[in-house]
């Protein structure tokens, strides 16, 4: 394995394991090129847990493995990176918990420019195989190659059940919270929740409009949506239908929190100059996926 750059001070050091480029739950992999190129891409990258920045990476390489594979053609292998946190008092709790193991667990943002699919080895996203169903006995994946950029990676709670966690929601929503700092967005204000059971009841008071018209009240502007925005997640919805043969209903077969993952890549591909993809469509449809399904887990 190959490090870049020495070791320096005398802060805390540890070594944290980024990625790697096994198949995944969205069956998606690294390949170990790419994972060699995103090595050299996170030095000098920022950690995080929730909004504070914490650690920073001084060094990073990729180690294979010598017995076990990632796919029949790659070895397993991952990026393993040495980072460093200050020792003060704020951050002894930290330093204790990585030590004991409590914290391990890492997500890292990044986008990439190709995507390979394992059956047919399409690259532009227009054939008809889905992943995670096997064709003539191959399970169908994606090859990710050719990474553009590397953002920030965070400690994260264990991903074992796919849910999210409350320390996890706080994490995503920092993370949105620095990306939308630039444009003066503050994501606090866009996350404040709506009793639907209440709201849409015949309980609610009645108003009366300038012209005498009475109606129960509604804190709804469904009329104020963007049409063309809206128009454009429709279009989403046809491709994957037209396009991959996905059903209406799939996308309840996928965590919430992946769709929320998705989303992510699509906004910082966006940031990031990308336009191989309409990435505020796919990332807008992902999170009303995510939200969807969290409004049927709430009112169940």
Known sequence: MRFRNPETGDDYTFTIKLCDNKIDKSYERFSTDCLEKMAKMFVGK????????????????????????????????????????????????????????????????????????????????????????????????????????????????????????????KSYRDMLNRAGKPMGINIEDLMEEADMDKTLSSEVPVTTNDQGGQQHARPYRSEWLPPRAILAVSHVRWESEALHGYSEYNYKLIPAKEHVGRALTHLLAYLAGDTSNDHLAHAATRVLFALEMEEEANHE
């Not at 699919?117 to 054939?127: A, E, L, M, R």
């Not at 992943?131 to 264990?158: M, N």
């Open 46 to 169: 920022e950690g995080y847990i929730g909004e504070n920045q914490v650690a920073k990476i001084i060094s990073a390489g990729v180690i294979e493995s010598g017995y076990t594979y990632a796919t029949p053609e790659e070895r397993c292998a991952w990026i393993e990176a040495k980072a460093t946190i200050k020792r003060t008092h704020e951050n002894e709790s930290v330093i204790e918990q990585i030590e004991t193991g409590e914290k391990k667990n890492v997500g890292i943002g990044c986008s990439v420019n190709k995507r390979t699919c394992s059956i047919c080895g399409d690259t532009d996203g227009k054939c008809n195989h889905r992943p995670g169903e096997y064709y003539d006995g191959e399970l169908c994946f994606i090859t990710l190659d050719g990474p553009q950029e590397v953002y920030e990676w965070a400690f994260i709670e264990s991903e074992e059940d796919g849910h999210f966690t409350e320390n996890e929601r």
